[in-house]
């Protein structure tokens, strides 16, 4: 467990202001006999000063997500433009990121159905009755780790259900872990020839499993990079664009400032305000 300043899965798409103190993530891993299913546990715990409120941005990940807090319980599905959440008081919530083979089998249907929507955890049959429980451990002391590690075994117990990944799904986990990890995939042609698919097939996967396309997931994954890089401060915005397979730096502004709000001098400030006077 760590509170996930940095350099994490759920750190690297958090567009987080660098001076916001107001809250703390905890990250944990899963058991290794849910690994295949689940990605990464976190739980976000904030007390902001009363009449004040914080957003949130956040380029999520190509996964559905787990989300339940005190006031809502969702299975959320992909998004194509940053995830905006305020903070506002004091609160938490218990977040449970799944790998792309798992959120198709939770659904029974195509992930592409649930791009840019969410699903009541009452209207997946596997988590419907688990909504009570997280909320009764998490309640009155949202910040204890022994509490965290109780609701992590409800919620894993709960996946093993699910048995053995299948084929096409460990296939999906495959797809999206290779353009996450390889910065040399920067076309759909690259990722196809990288897993052994043709184009085609490759498509027809991600929309079935991650609920966007080949292309979307490697933008994402470069706009991310980017978002790493610009908290960092080295190296000037048209050195990051290139470096990231763009061909020019208007091209990866607009990609940054469509998917996030945000231009990157303007990201670049909230990550240090000075740094981004110095920038080239």
Same mark, same amino acid.
Request: with cysteine.
């Given at each position: 467990?760590?509170?996930?300043?940095? /350099?994490?899965?759920?750190?690297? /798409?958090?567009?987080?202001?660098?001076?916001?103190? #107001?809250?703390?993530?905890?990250?944990?891993?899963?058991?290794? &006999?849910?690994?295949? +299913?689940?990605?990464?546990? +976190?739980?976000?715990? +904030? %007390?902001?000063?009363?009449?004040?409120?914080?957003?949130?941005?956040?380029?999520?990940?190509?996964?559905?997500?787990? =989300?339940?807090?005190?006031?809502? &319980?969702?299975?959320?599905?992909?998004? *194509?433009?940053?995830?905006?959440?305020? @903070? =506002?008081? =004091?609160?938490? *919530?218990?977040?449970?990121?799944?790998?792309?083979? &798992?959120?198709?089998?939770?659904?029974?249907?195509?992930? #592409?159905?649930?791009?840019?929507?969410?699903?009541? @955890?009452?209207?997946?049959?596997?988590?419907?009755?688990?909504?009570? /429980?997280?909320?009764?451990?998490?309640?009155?002391?949202?910040?204890?780790?022994?509490?965290?590690?109780?609701?992590?075994?409800?919620?894993?117990?709960?996946?093993?259900?699910?048995?053995?990944?299948?084929?096409?799904?460990?296939?999906?986990?495959?797809?999206?872990?290779?353009?996450? %990890?390889?910065? /040399?995939?920067? #076309?759909?042609?690259?990722?196809?020839?990288?897993?052994?698919?043709?184009?085609? *097939?490759?498509?027809?996967?991600?929309?079935?499993?991650?609920?966007?396309?080949?292309? +979307?997931?490697?933008?994402?994954?470069?706009?991310?990079?980017?978002?790493? %890089?610009?908290? #960092?401060?080295?190296?000037? @915005?048209?050195?990051?664009?290139?470096?990231?397979?763009?061909?020019?730096?208007?091209?990866? =502004?607009?990609?940054?400032?469509?998917?996030?709000?945000?231009?990157?001098? %303007?990201?670049?400030?909230?990550?240090?305000?000075?740094?981004?006077?110095?920038?080239?």
């Amino acid at each position: 467990m760590f509170d996930d300043g940095g /350099g994490s899965e759920i750190s690297r /798409g958090h567009l987080r202001d660098a001076n916001d103190r #107001s809250f703390t993530i905890y990250r944990y891993e899963p058991d290794p &006999a849910v690994r295949q +299913w689940l990605r990464v546990f +976190w739980i976000p715990v +904030w %007390e902001v000063p009363e009449g004040e409120s914080r957003e949130q941005r956040i380029l999520t990940y190509p996964l559905c997500l787990l =989300s339940i807090s005190a006031e809502y &319980a969702r299975l959320i599905g992909p998004r *194509t433009t940053a995830a905006r959440v305020t @903070l =506002s008081g =004091s609160g938490w *919530t218990f977040g449970a990121m799944v790998r792309p083979g &798992a959120g198709r089998t939770l659904l029974g249907r195509d992930v #592409s159905t649930l791009a840019n929507r969410h699903l009541d @955890l009452a209207d997946v049959p596997l988590l419907a009755d688990l909504v009570p /429980g997280v909320r009764e451990l998490m309640r009155e002391h949202p910040a204890v780790p022994e509490v965290h590690v109780a609701v992590q075994q409800l919620v894993q117990e709960r996946f093993t259900l699910l048995g053995p990944d299948t084929r096409e799904a460990a296939l999906a986990n495959r797809v999206a872990a290779r353009v996450e %990890e390889d910065p /040399g995939i920067v #076309s759909v042609a690259s990722l196809a020839d990288a897993v052994g698919l043709n184009e085609r *097939t490759l498509q027809r996967l991600c929309g079935r499993f991650l609920g966007v396309t080949p292309q +979307w997931l490697i933008r994402q994954r470069r706009l991310q990079d980017a978002g790493q %890089e610009l908290r #960092s401060g080295y190296g000037s @915005l048209s050195g990051i664009a290139a470096d990231l397979g763009y061909s020019d730096q208007a091209h990866f =502004s607009r990609d940054f400032r469509r998917a996030t709000g945000w231009t990157p001098g %303007e990201f670049a400030a909230l990550a240090d305000p000075l740094r981004n006077a110095r920038r080239p």
